[in-house]
């Protein structure tokens, strides 16, 4: 009896997420109060994700049903948020364990390598855990080796992520304060680099003015809520009156249930961002004060919002420039017999903005405009790429829409289905994770690398 009551606690993720919080609080010694609260917000942060994904799983099910019909073709919408959230009923375990010890694989590499970086932007360590769990379980790894293989993937990503983005991170800071941890770096790389190459004698966006009409974007409930019911709308309208009304909506006018549609993805959406904030709340200051014990000096990696208030203007260019690139991308991507990849506003708002920040810090606002319009391309086409390795999950409508997840898991996926020996992958995988940290340490750059003046 008490072995089928571990076994249910352990195969439930929202209650071992909740232990593992429990633990960090009690360490930290913490009043009962805050213990009690702690841990029951993170497991009704579990639970409240998974309420979120019933609500976006319908209203894209409707989308995907009109967009198949208006185009022939099937429409993806890239969304971090659902596609984990409508994972976690297969893979909810290996997620968890992954996520929890892939924070300790962070904190050892802080404590013992030269990269001293914590990455404290927890949703996103769930999400990539959720990705890597995905993909090897997929290519047959199961059991402790599945969450130990896993788990030293994730924390290698967690530090190597910043400290590839550290020298252009100062430049936009001005300090040595604090890193980016979001798993967008490489389109934030190539924002970087493309920056560098096309702008030079190039002024910075932050010489522009710009409407404070356009201030709404930054609401991202209200943007996601915008742009969801403009895309039912066109939609809606291709698919066909008659079609939306005898095939989906009961009889309802056609306009009228596609606007209700867009606001029940971007009520999804919200219900999500809530139990992820819930969830994430108290995971992430235990590991930080347990992080600022273990390992002294430690610049903590942040979410990828930190640098906007740096470069306002940029923030807005970035996200528009990025979305457009989408929209094109979207044309070529039938051409090349992959799947639709539907720009969606969240991806594009926050790596979008990023990009542009990043790329307006190397070139200005040539920077800012064909950077952030590269990182659109690739959070359209690499999203298009990863579907196949994604196993049954990638028949869902949605997908990861980040570039780092993209890149991670087709290389790690194609590498699992190239080499079929599960050792020698672990092998090969490791031996690049070595590979990448002696670069890393040759090359640690000094405080003013990669400080090109701002063009």
């Known amino acids: 009896m008490i072995d089928l009551i571990m076994k249910d606690i352990l195969g439930t993720p929202a209650i071992l997420v909740g232990l593992f919080a429990l633990i960090g609080l009690l360490v930290q010694r913490k009043n009962s109060g805050d213990v009690v609260s702690g841990t029951l917000k993170t497991v009704m ?106 788990s030293v993937i994730l924390g290698t990503l967690m530090v190597l992520s910043p400290a590839m983005l550290q020298p252009f991170t100062r430049k936009i800071t001005g300090s040595d304060d604090f890193a980016v941890g979001h798993f967008g770096s490489i389109g934030y790389l190539v924002s970087s680099l493309v920056g560098k190459a096309v702008g030079k004698g ?38 066909g009156p008659a079609f939306v009304e005898t095939e989906l909506s009961g009889g309802q006018n056609f306009m009228v249930f596609a606007f209700m549609q867009g606001l029940t993805f971007a009520a999804g959406v919200y219900i999500i961002l809530a139990g992820v904030r819930m969830l994430l709340g108290e995971i992430v200051p235990a590991f930080k004060g347990i992080a600022d014990k273990i390992v002294p000096n430690a610049k903590p990696a942040l979410d990828a919002p930190a640098i906007f208030p740096f470069a306002g203007n940029a923030v807005i260019i970035g996200f528009l420039f990025s979305f457009a690139a989408g929209l094109v991308s979207m044309l070529f991507l039938p051409l090349l017999g992959l799947k639709v990849i539907v720009p969606g506003l969240v991806p594009h708002f926050f790596t979008g903005a990023a990009a542009g920040v990043f790329g307006n810090a190397t070139g200005g606002r040539k920077g800012a405009i064909f950077g952030s ?52 992958v672990m092998v090969l995988v490791l031996a690049l994770i070595a590979i990448l940290f002696f670069i890393g340490m040759k090359s640690k750059p000094n405080k003013d690398d990669g400080d090109t003046d701002a063009a």
Request: net charge negative; aromatic share 10%.
């Open 45 to 150: 942060g579990f639970v409240i994700l998974g309420a979120g994904a019933n609500v976006l799983v319908q209203s894209l099910g409707q989308f995907s049903s009109m967009f198949d019909k208006a185009f022939a073709v099937d429409g993806v919408i890239p969304n971090n948020e659902a596609i984990v959230a409508l994972a976690q009923e297969s893979f909810g375990t290996e997620t968890a364990m992954i996520m929890l010890f892939g924070m300790i694989v962070n904190i050892l590499l802080a404590r013992f390598s030269p990269f001293k970086y914590i990455f404290l932007t927890g949703h996103h360590t769930m999400f990539m855990a959720c990705l890597i769990a995905v993909i090897l379980n997929t290519g047959g790894f199961s059991g402790a080796t599945l969450i130990i293989f896993g």
């Open 202 to 239: 190039s002024k910075s966006t932050e010489d522009i003015k710009v409407p404070k009409s356009l201030g709404f974007l930054r609401d991202t409930s209200v943007s996601v809520s915008l742009t969801m019911v403009i895309l039912f709308f066109v939609v809606a309208g291709a698919a």
């Open 373 to 424: 319009m590269a990182n659109g391309v690739m959070i359209s086409f690499l999203p298009a790429l990863l579907l196949p390795v994604l196993g049954s999950l990638g028949f869902q409508g949605t997908t990861f829409g980040d570039a780092d997840f993209g890149l991670v898991g087709i290389v790690l996926g194609n590498l699992i289905n190239l080499v079929q020996s599960k050792a020698i």
